[in-house]
């Protein structure tokens, strides 16, 4: 025990010792070459000036606080510019962040950059209407799943918070066009818009917002069923140097017009989700695949009917970066769609393959698929009639050694495109 007390004691002084010799500034440095978060954690037990340090310094919390419980936070954690409310699915019917907690935050955590209230459905435009008013520096919001807020709190923000981002309003079903002029009027330098399932958005509501908003990198509007061929060319010309991420899952009315508009604009387009979108056919795929050969990473066409095997063999052959693909349901497809690969020359980068619900695709195509995809961790075939493991094994088709066929739908997709 002497040892032990020996051990401390040296500790303790030479704790001291440090911080007679070390001020606050060079403190802080010391903790700012921390990388992990345990460790700047470690670094606030040393002692009481290492915590309220520590405690200064942090940017991001992650936290489930009333109002009086938020005020403490913001006292000890003065320079926070993360702020982490959301709730779980799970626990989602419960209301978590109110009003008046907004108001605290509003107040109390005047260098907030970001704020996370997904699932926080106890919250309206009051609350908003409060973050607007004071928050002039937020950069990022996300309120998806706060199905009580509206135009009139969100457009609080927009007049507010003119360094805006970042915004996800997912089934935020009250969110119209009005909303979209507000952005368009505010926040020039929105890069980061996720709108899936505002279905009172149309054709105009993006069409005004791109007049404002042209620095879009990411645009989420699945589901959204008003927005068609108009609302998309206005995005792809007004954006065509910033777009990179288009998700459109069934917008039904999205067509032809759409696509030729992203491959004359949009030639650095990285991920595209047109799933359900039934009205687009081969030709502006074609047109797509060449304006995009070298910057198309994702692209999901599930449930595209009038897709054949000339656009894929197109996509395939000219857009050599493609990781991620999804052509499931497209009953159209065959083998021949596949017939440029199985040289030794010809090898993609696909790492994610789904053909389910391909009925006319065999084993043969799936043979020369894996000639060129050494990289494939994840091959879906559920439903088709014509691809069994038996038959697989018997064609000796020599899978990656780290790829999981799903044969039956047993294994958990990757969710890497929705």
């Not at 001291?16 to 606050?24: A, E, K, P, V």
């Not at 940017?59 to 993360?82: S, V, Y």
């Not at 937020?138 to 003119?162: E, F, M, N, P």
């Not at 769609?337 to 789904?354: D, H, T, V, Y």
């Amino acid at each position: 025990m002497a040892g032990v007390d020996s051990h401390l004691q040296n500790d303790i002084v030479s704790v001291h010792c440090i911080n007679d010799s070390l001020g606050d500034d060079e403190l802080r440095a010391v903790l700012s070459r921390l990388g992990e978060d345990k460790d700047k954690e470690v670094f606030g037990l040393v002692c009481k000036r290492w915590l309220r340090i520590q405690s200064t310094e942090r940017k991001k919390l992650c936290a489930r606080a009333g109002p009086h419980m938020l005020r403490r936070i913001a006292a000890r954690f003065t320079r926070l510019h993360e702020l982490d409310l959301s709730q779980s699915v799970s626990r989602s019917f419960y209301p978590g962040v109110t009003d008046s907690d907004l108001s605290v935050i509003a107040t109390a955590f005047s260098c907030l950059r970001i704020l996370d209230l997904q699932n926080c459905k106890g919250i309206t435009d009051n609350g908003l209407a409060a973050i607007g008013s004071s928050l002039s520096s937020l950069q990022s919001l996300d309120v998806s799943y706060c199905r009580k807020i509206t135009d009139k709190g969100l457009s609080a923000v927009a007049d507010g918070c003119h360094d805006l981002r970042t915004l996800h309003l997912a089934s935020c079903r009250f969110v119209s066009d009005s909303l979209m002029k507000a952005l368009s009027k505010n926040c020039h330098y929105v890069e980061e818009l996720g709108l899936q399932g505002c279905t009172n958005i149309t054709n105009s509501g993006l069409s005004v917002l791109v007049e404002g908003c042209r620095r879009i990198k990411y645009l989420d509007i699945n589901k959204c069923s008003n927005i068609g061929d108009i609302g998309i060319s206005s995005v792809s010309e007004a954006c065509s140097l910033t777009l990179r991420t288009l998700k459109l899952l069934d917008c039904y009315k999205v067509g032809d017009d759409s696509i030729l508009s992203l491959a004359n604009y949009c030639t650095n387009l990285e991920t595209l989700v047109i799933g359900g979108c039934r009205n687009i056919s081969d030709e502006p795929m074609k047109s797509l695949a060449a304006s995009c050969s070298n910057s198309l990473r994702k692209l999901r066409m599930d449930w595209c009917l009038n897709i054949t095997d000339s656009s894929l063999d197109c996509i395939i052959s000219k857009c050599r970066e493609l990781e991620v693909l999804d052509i499931g349901c497209c009953e159209e497809l065959t083998d021949a769609a596949f017939q440029q690969l199985g040289s030794e020359n010809f090898m993609l980068g696909m790492k994610i393959l789904k053909v389910s619900n391909c009925p006319k695709i065999t084993v043969d195509g799936i043979k020369k698929l894996m000639k060129s995809c050494e990289y494939l961790e994840y091959l879906d075939v559920r439903s088709c009639p014509l691809i069994t493991k038996a038959g697989c094994e018997e064609a000796g088709i020599q899978f990656p050694e780290s790829c999981k066929i799903n044969f039956t739908g047993s294994l958990a997709e990757p969710d890497v495109l929705l």
